[in-house]
């Protein structure tokens, strides 16, 4: 059975960073292009960012941009968005994703197989 794991969220003050990762059970994620979309409470559902699967390029909203990073650990079968400079507004629930093909609109959800079950990240004031 094909999982998604998405673990590191929790409670940062603002200006500070967290690290999520995303780890694929059932499936090999280098296979996949991947991306982490967030959910806050009231708001819609928005892209945060993603990584191809052809050639490793990455792709940013623009809230996160120069911020967040997305990167890929194929040893650990983990793909993890790092999140730095963050404010009140980046606390949401954020999911990773997986596409077995590069989608030609990264920031549109049903282009996206597979889902995670979320991680909760609340940035205080």
């Known amino acids: 059975q094909v999982r998604l794991v998405e673990s590191g969220g929790g409670l940062v003050q603002t200006g500070g960073s967290l690290t999520l990762s995303c780890e694929a059970f059932?499936?090999?994620?280098?296979?996949?292009?991947v991306a982490w979309f967030r959910q806050a409470p009231g708001k819609a559902f928005g892209f945060v960012g993603g990584?191809?699967?052809?050639?490793?390029?990455?792709y940013y909203g623009d809230s996160v941009k120069g911020r967040f990073t997305v990167s890929r650990d194929n040893a650990k079968n983990t793909v993890t968005l790092q999140m730095n400079a963050q404010t009140p507004e980046d606390t949401a629930v954020y999911y990773c994703?997986?596409?077995?093909?590069?989608?030609?609109?990264?920031?549109?959800?049903?282009?996206?197989?597979?889902w995670g079950q979320g991680t909760q990240v609340s940035v205080s004031s």
């Open positions: 059932g499936r090999t994620l280098g296979n996949y292009a």
């Open positions: 990584v191809s699967r052809k050639y490793g390029g990455t």
């Open positions: 994703a997986t596409d077995l093909m590069d989608p030609s609109d990264y920031d549109d959800p049903s282009d996206y197989q597979t």
